[in-house]
């Protein structure tokens, strides 16, 4: 069996888990400086929701940094899964460095193993699993994943996901301005997830507005 489909299947089984509650909808936030736009995304062959390989002319490169089982159940304010909801991720790599048009790419630039940003859809349940690396502090701010969502019904939401007491929150200026009840809705848990590659697991619940 491929790498590929033994994260599927253990994907698979981590959506099965236990979700954690929030009790606060995903609080709107800017997309940031590095949202790579889709014509420039159209140029590229790889945006799919395993962010830790990029296949480009035939080549595969694994990302750098320690690899972390992401995923989402998405849910209204009744608790109602969300389903057909396309969800994008994107962060910078290891070396703090966003896939972006701005940045320097190969060299000493951008990881070439580090897709940048991710997409995929929530299933029948609300879920959506993604593969990335644990985020990495850069200059000005803490480790972060950006998220965005879109539905028919609900419109679009633009937030961040963060890491649950990271020493670095307090110093974020964005981390700041969230009062408690939207800390908590932005805060992933990570846990310790050995296998296939893995070194941590998220398991978090994105409340959507409305």
């Known amino acids: 069996m491929t790498p590929r489909r033994l994260w599927l299947r253990g994907a698979a089984a981590m959506l099965a888990a ?3 509650v929030r009790a606060a909808p995903l609080p709107p936030m800017t997309e940031g400086p590095f949202y790579p736009s889709r014509a420039w995304r159209a140029a590229r062959e790889d945006w799919d929701a395993d962010l830790t390989q990029v296949r480009e002319r035939g080549a595969v490169h694994t ?15 009744r608790g109602r899964a969300i389903d057909g909801a396309e969800v994008e991720i994107w962060q910078c790599d290891a070396q703090g ?4 048009p701005r940045e320097r790419q190969g060299g000493a630039g ?3 193993g580090f897709q940048g940003f991710g997409a995929a859809r929530s299933d029948g349940q609300g879920q959506v699993a993604f593969r990335t690396i644990r985020p990495v502090p850069y200059t000005g701010r803490t480790p972060h994943i950006h998220v965005r969502v879109r539905h028919p019904s609900l419109g679009e939401v633009t937030s961040q996901l963060f890491v649950a007491n990271d020493p670095g929150n307090e110093r974020d200026f964005l981390w700041r301005q969230l009062d408690a009840a939207e800390r908590s809705a932005t ?3 990570l846990e310790r997830a050995p296998g296939d590659g893995l070194a941590w697991r998220a398991l978090h619940r994105l409340e959507m507005p409305g």
């Open 187 to 189: 805060a992933m848990t």
């Open 63 to 77: 990302a750098r940094g320690e690899h972390l089982a992401l995923g989402l159940r998405l849910a209204d304010a």
């Open 97 to 100: 460095q966003y896939r972006h």
């Open 18 to 20: 236990p979700w954690i």
């Open 110 to 112: 951008v990881d070439p």
